[in-house]
Protein backbone atom coordinates (compact mmCIF):
# COMPACT_ATOMS: atom_id res chain seq x y z
CA UNK A 1 0.00 0.00 0.00
CA UNK A 2 1.49 3.33 -1.05
CA UNK A 3 0.36 6.78 0.93
CA UNK A 4 -1.90 7.72 -1.85
CA UNK A 5 -3.71 4.25 -1.52
CA UNK A 6 -3.66 4.71 2.15
CA UNK A 7 -5.18 8.59 1.60
CA UNK A 8 -8.08 6.66 -0.91
CA UNK A 9 -8.81 4.33 1.65
CA UNK A 10 -9.04 6.28 4.80
CA UNK A 11 -10.16 9.83 3.26
CA UNK A 12 -7.82 12.06 4.63
CA UNK A 13 -6.80 15.74 3.20
CA UNK A 14 -3.91 16.59 1.47
CA UNK A 15 -2.56 18.25 4.17
CA UNK A 16 -3.19 15.45 6.42
CA UNK A 17 -1.86 13.02 4.27
CA UNK A 18 1.75 15.79 4.21
CA UNK A 19 1.44 15.39 7.81
CA UNK A 20 1.77 11.81 7.85
CA UNK A 21 4.26 11.69 5.03
CA UNK A 22 6.61 13.56 7.01
CA UNK A 23 5.74 11.35 10.07
CA UNK A 24 6.79 8.38 7.96
CA UNK A 25 9.91 9.92 6.97
CA UNK A 26 10.76 10.03 10.53
CA UNK A 27 10.06 6.90 11.67
CA UNK A 28 12.09 5.40 9.08
CA UNK A 29 15.44 7.20 9.83
CA UNK A 30 14.77 6.12 13.57
CA UNK A 31 13.87 3.00 12.43
CA UNK A 32 17.21 2.43 11.17
CA UNK A 33 18.56 3.32 14.85
CA UNK A 34 15.78 2.13 17.18
CA UNK A 35 13.59 -0.77 17.57
CA UNK A 36 10.42 1.41 17.21
CA UNK A 37 8.67 -1.41 15.21
CA UNK A 38 9.18 -4.45 13.68
CA UNK A 39 11.28 -4.29 10.85
CA UNK A 40 9.44 -7.24 9.24
CA UNK A 41 5.99 -4.68 8.97
CA UNK A 42 8.19 -1.53 7.13
CA UNK A 43 7.25 -2.52 3.95
CA UNK A 44 3.88 -2.71 4.21
CA UNK A 45 3.81 -0.30 6.98
CA UNK A 46 0.73 2.38 5.39
CA UNK A 47 -1.53 -0.68 5.47
CA UNK A 48 0.18 -2.44 8.67
CA UNK A 49 0.24 0.46 11.15
CA UNK A 50 -1.18 3.79 9.14
CA UNK A 51 -4.45 2.58 7.95
CA UNK A 52 -4.80 0.53 10.93
CA UNK A 53 -4.36 3.07 13.28
CA UNK A 54 -6.89 5.81 11.01
CA UNK A 55 -9.70 2.73 11.01
CA UNK A 56 -10.35 4.14 14.83
CA UNK A 57 -11.15 7.51 13.34
CA UNK A 58 -14.73 7.22 12.27
CA UNK A 59 -15.75 5.88 15.40
CA UNK A 60 -14.66 8.51 17.60
CA UNK A 61 -17.50 10.85 18.29
CA UNK A 62 -17.65 14.22 16.66
CA UNK A 63 -17.95 16.00 19.98
CA UNK A 64 -14.49 14.65 21.10
CA UNK A 65 -11.89 16.80 22.67
CA UNK A 66 -9.46 14.71 24.19
CA UNK A 67 -7.65 11.30 23.52
CA UNK A 68 -5.31 9.38 24.99
CA UNK A 69 -3.22 7.11 23.94
CA UNK A 70 -1.83 4.51 26.23
CA UNK A 71 1.72 2.98 25.75
CA UNK A 72 1.86 4.89 22.19
CA UNK A 73 5.18 3.07 21.29
CA UNK A 74 5.75 4.57 18.02
CA UNK A 75 2.69 6.94 17.98
CA UNK A 76 0.31 4.17 16.48
CA UNK A 77 -2.63 5.42 16.95
CA UNK A 78 -2.17 8.72 18.56
CA UNK A 79 -0.21 10.22 16.05
CA UNK A 80 -2.49 9.02 13.49
CA UNK A 81 -5.62 10.39 15.11
CA UNK A 82 -3.92 13.52 15.99
CA UNK A 83 -3.18 14.31 12.25
CA UNK A 84 -6.74 13.11 11.86
CA UNK A 85 -8.11 15.06 14.24
CA UNK A 86 -6.77 18.50 13.90
CA UNK A 87 -9.09 20.03 12.44
CA UNK A 88 -11.81 19.41 14.60
CA UNK A 89 -9.93 20.30 17.69
CA UNK A 90 -8.31 16.56 18.87
CA UNK A 91 -6.24 17.30 21.39
CA UNK A 92 -4.20 14.11 21.83
CA UNK A 93 -2.03 12.84 24.69
CA UNK A 94 0.84 9.90 24.07
CA UNK A 95 1.85 7.97 27.29
CA UNK A 96 5.02 6.57 26.90
CA UNK A 97 7.59 5.66 29.66
CA UNK A 98 10.43 4.14 27.29
CA UNK A 99 12.70 7.30 26.83
CA UNK A 100 13.53 7.22 23.90
CA UNK A 101 9.97 6.33 22.15
CA UNK A 102 9.03 9.63 24.37
CA UNK A 103 11.54 11.22 22.77
CA UNK A 104 10.68 10.01 19.24
CA UNK A 105 7.11 11.25 19.83
CA UNK A 106 8.11 14.30 20.29
CA UNK A 107 10.44 14.80 17.38
CA UNK A 108 7.87 13.55 14.91
CA UNK A 109 4.75 15.72 16.61
CA UNK A 110 7.37 18.64 15.69
CA UNK A 111 8.04 17.21 12.04
CA UNK A 112 3.92 16.85 11.70
CA UNK A 113 3.93 20.63 12.85
CA UNK A 114 1.09 19.23 15.35
CA UNK A 115 0.55 21.02 18.25
CA UNK A 116 -2.42 19.33 19.25
CA UNK A 117 -0.09 16.82 21.22
CA UNK A 118 0.86 16.11 24.22
CA UNK A 119 3.87 13.17 25.12
CA UNK A 120 3.77 12.43 28.85
CA UNK A 121 6.66 9.71 29.64
CA UNK A 122 5.44 7.98 32.98
CA UNK A 123 4.19 4.94 33.64
CA UNK A 124 -0.01 4.16 33.12
CA UNK A 125 -0.11 3.44 36.64
CA UNK A 126 0.90 6.54 37.96
CA UNK A 127 -1.16 8.87 35.32
CA UNK A 128 -3.19 12.02 36.80
CA UNK A 129 -5.10 13.37 34.17
CA UNK A 130 -8.87 14.42 33.45
CA UNK A 131 -10.79 11.61 32.10
CA UNK A 132 -10.61 11.93 28.55
CA UNK A 133 -13.78 11.75 25.73
CA UNK A 134 -11.61 8.84 24.58
CA UNK A 135 -8.76 6.18 25.54
CA UNK A 136 -7.08 4.27 22.73
CA UNK A 137 -4.58 1.02 23.26
CA UNK A 138 -2.87 -1.32 20.29
CA UNK A 139 -1.01 -3.86 21.08
CA UNK A 140 0.06 -3.23 24.49
CA UNK A 141 -1.85 -5.52 26.93
CA UNK A 142 -4.63 -8.24 27.46
CA UNK A 143 -8.23 -6.65 27.67
CA UNK A 144 -7.93 -7.39 31.46
CA UNK A 145 -5.14 -5.48 32.08
CA UNK A 146 -6.20 -2.42 29.53
CA UNK A 147 -9.32 -2.37 31.17
CA UNK A 148 -7.68 -1.95 35.18
CA UNK A 149 -5.89 1.10 33.01
CA UNK A 150 -8.57 2.41 31.48
CA UNK A 151 -10.96 2.22 34.58
CA UNK A 152 -8.28 4.36 36.42
CA UNK A 153 -8.88 7.50 34.09
CA UNK A 154 -12.15 7.27 32.54
CA UNK A 155 -15.18 9.31 33.48
CA UNK A 156 -18.93 8.39 33.01
CA UNK A 157 -19.08 9.07 29.18
CA UNK A 158 -15.13 7.99 28.12
CA UNK A 159 -15.31 5.62 25.15
CA UNK A 160 -12.13 3.01 25.08
CA UNK A 161 -11.02 1.84 21.44
CA UNK A 162 -8.88 -0.97 21.97
CA UNK A 163 -7.46 -2.85 18.54
CA UNK A 164 -7.31 -6.83 19.90
CA UNK A 165 -5.93 -9.90 17.30
CA UNK A 166 -7.41 -12.78 17.07
CA UNK A 167 -7.53 -14.48 20.52
CA UNK A 168 -10.20 -11.63 21.41
CA UNK A 169 -12.73 -14.20 22.62
CA UNK A 170 -10.40 -15.55 25.11
CA UNK A 171 -9.11 -11.99 26.18
CA UNK A 172 -12.89 -11.14 26.32
CA UNK A 173 -13.39 -13.98 28.61
CA UNK A 174 -10.69 -13.84 30.66
CA UNK A 175 -12.01 -10.03 30.79
CA UNK A 176 -15.25 -10.79 32.27
CA UNK A 177 -14.16 -12.32 35.27
CA UNK A 178 -13.29 -9.41 36.66
CA UNK A 179 -15.04 -6.40 34.34
CA UNK A 180 -18.81 -5.48 33.82
CA UNK A 181 -18.73 -3.43 30.47
CA UNK A 182 -20.69 -2.20 27.18
CA UNK A 183 -18.70 -3.70 24.68
CA UNK A 184 -19.37 -3.55 20.88
CA UNK A 185 -16.76 -5.53 18.39
CA UNK A 186 -16.19 -4.52 15.19
CA UNK A 187 -14.10 -6.36 12.57
CA UNK A 188 -10.38 -4.85 12.01
CA UNK A 189 -10.31 -3.59 8.07
CA UNK A 190 -6.82 -4.36 7.81
CA UNK A 191 -6.20 -7.52 9.03
CA UNK A 192 -9.07 -10.90 9.12
CA UNK A 193 -9.59 -12.25 12.34
CA UNK A 194 -8.60 -8.76 14.00
CA UNK A 195 -10.98 -6.97 16.18
CA UNK A 196 -11.62 -3.11 17.32
CA UNK A 197 -13.50 -3.44 20.94
CA UNK A 198 -15.77 -0.15 21.91
CA UNK A 199 -16.32 0.12 24.97
CA UNK A 200 -17.85 1.98 27.95
CA UNK A 201 -19.08 2.02 31.80
CA UNK A 202 -16.00 -0.11 33.20
CA UNK A 203 -17.09 -1.39 36.25
CA UNK A 204 -15.08 -4.01 38.49
CA UNK A 205 -16.49 -7.25 39.60
CA UNK A 206 -16.10 -6.81 43.21
CA UNK A 207 -14.52 -10.34 45.05
CA UNK A 208 -16.67 -12.14 47.01
CA UNK A 209 -16.45 -12.42 50.69
CA UNK A 210 -14.51 -15.12 52.37
Same mark, same amino acid.
Given at each position: ?26 ? @??? !?????? =? +? &???? %? ?5 ? $? ?75 ? @??? !?????? =? +? &???? %? ?5 ? $? ?61
Amino acid at each position: MTPEDFAAASSVSRETLRRLKSYDAIL @LDW !SARHNL =V +A &RSTL %PDRWRRH $YLDSAQLFPLIPARARALVDLGSGAGFPGLVLAAMGKERGLAVTLVESIGKKAAFLRAAAQAMDLDNIAVVPQRIES @LEI !SPPDVI =V +A &RALA %PLAKLLA $YAHEIAGEKTLCLFLKGQDVEAELTEAAKSWHTETVKYPSATSAGSTILAVRHIVPIEAPRP
